[in-house]
């Protein structure tokens, strides 16, 4: 049995014409012999719209009434799909997260999948039925709604695609695939016929906001066959395979920049051991995610300076945590800086070409541009640059790295 699952996000599915258009491409997917399951986001705008009414109600709301606010956006999607599809002699229904079900842990706003069961919408193929899932929604074992997070759609589109064994999960959205930058940022940046899961993971927790970066993951451990294309235009994507079965000559594979970073500098700290233990178990706690680190040596005062990159948004949280543990950890001054901008070089190449970082750092430096913190991975270096300059990183490093159309 060919199943195939299409995914249509916000943009895709923002008004009834569009809506009625993408039904135009289901039916070709069903007139091609193949088992459909299409999933759906919330019309554009809709779930910002909802987490407005949400907080104008109140400031305080359960996370799991949240959830049941938000989710509807995908309810009302999933049946207006269905609808349209009906008009064109498809026969189909829509599926809530509960009705197929798609089980989740008990978190609400942010909740982790744990199974989702195949057998009710098995029993639909057999009357020739699509399924249209509303996505970003499950339900937990205490029997309410869940949803997966911001832009989880993705997520729901590539676990269902990994639980039916699918052939393919094609994720259909406004732009026409992953480039090797920002296209609006670098007018040179070009769109990639393939990416392997791994680059693809690095770009996407890199801040770029193609898929979301949970989805990339599963679909990696579960081997999905999955390809990002554009719901506007007919053209052919990019493919997101498997290592190994990748062909690219180029070097690197793409530039991602993230804004929201703040650099924390801890100045003074005695150099003695279970220090950084103290510090960033105290931001664990909180969930708050520490990116880059990098401690300087202490030569003979026997103090050095810790210096750390956290979200932007998590920085006044992490100050409160941070000042109350001074006494205890004995640092002299918590100076933080927001105007920072982390650029990542990613590509698989790195495990056996060297010379990347030597390009990068050149560039940088002819450009006059100061690097602040640096790290690495396997197939990635990043950089924390001022955010005055990260255009002008992003352009040279793409023309540097051979990457400009
Ligand atoms: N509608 C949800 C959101 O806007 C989920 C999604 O679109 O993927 O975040
Ligand atoms: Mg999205």
Redesign the pocket.
């Known amino acids: 049995m060919n199943i195939v699952v299409l995914k249509f996000?916000?943009t895709s599915v923002a008004d009834v014409p569009q809506i009625k258009k993408i039904s135009y491409k289901i039916k070709s997917e069903v007139d091609e012999g193949n088992k459909v399951i299409v999933v759906v986001?919330a019309m554009s705008g809709v779930t910002n719209n909802l987490i407005e009414l949400v907080n104008n109600t109140s400031e305080l709301a359960p996370y799991s009434e949240y959830d049941v606010v938000l989710s509807s956006g995908e309810q009302v999607t999933a049946a207006l799909l269905t609808i349209a599809l009906n008009n064109l002699n498809i026969k189909g229904r829509s599926w809530l997260g509960w009705q197929v079900p798609i089980i989740t842990e008990n978190t609400y706003g942010k909740a982790v999948i744990e199974e989702i069961k195949t057998l009710n919408i098995l029993e639909s193929f057999k009357n020739n039925e699509v399924a249209i899932i509303s996505g970003f929604q499950g339900i937990s074992s205490e029997n309410r709604i869940t949803t997966l997070g911001r832009?989880g759609s993705?997520t729901s589109a590539v676990a269902i695609a990994a639980a039916f064994s699918a052939e393919r999960c094609d994720i259909y959205?406004d732009v026409d695939g992953v480039y090797t930058t920002d296209p609006r940022i670098v007018k040179s940046a070009k769109k990639l016929e393939s990416i392997t899961y791994e680059e693809m993971l690095e770009l996407a927790s890199q801040g770029a906001k193609v898929l979301?970066t949970r989805s990339v993951a599963l679909g990696m451990k579960y081997g999905v066959n999955l390809r990002v294309l554009s719901s506007f235009e007919d053209l052919p994507g990019t493919h997101i395979l498997k290592e190994g079965s990748y062909m690219e000559k180029s070097e690197i594979s793409g530039i991602a920049h993230s804004l929201n970073e703040a650099k924390v500098t801890l100045s003074g700290v005695p150099d003695k051991p279970g220090q950084a233990a103290q510090i960033f178990s105290a931001l664990a706690d909180l969930s708050i995610n520490v990116d880059m680190i990098v401690q300087s040596s202490s030569i003979n005062e026997g103090s050095t300076d810790i210096t750390f990159t956290i979200p932007e948004t998590d920085l006044k949280l992490a100050e409160r945590t941070i000042k109350k543990t001074q006494e205890k950890i004995g640092f002299k001054k918590f100076i933080s800086e927001t105007n920072v901008v982390k650029i990542s070089v990613v590509g698989n190449a790195m495990r056996t070409q060297s010379g990347v970082a030597k390009t990068m750092f050149e560039t940088l430096a002819k450009n006059q541009i100061n690097i602040h913190v640096i790290s690495t991975s396997e197939i990635k270096i990043s950089v924390l640059i001022s955010s005055d300059y990260y255009e002008l990183a992003m352009r040279s490093l793409h023309s540097a790295f051979g990457l400009d159309a």
Do not use: I
């Open positions: 996000g916000g986001s832009g993705d959205t979301q």
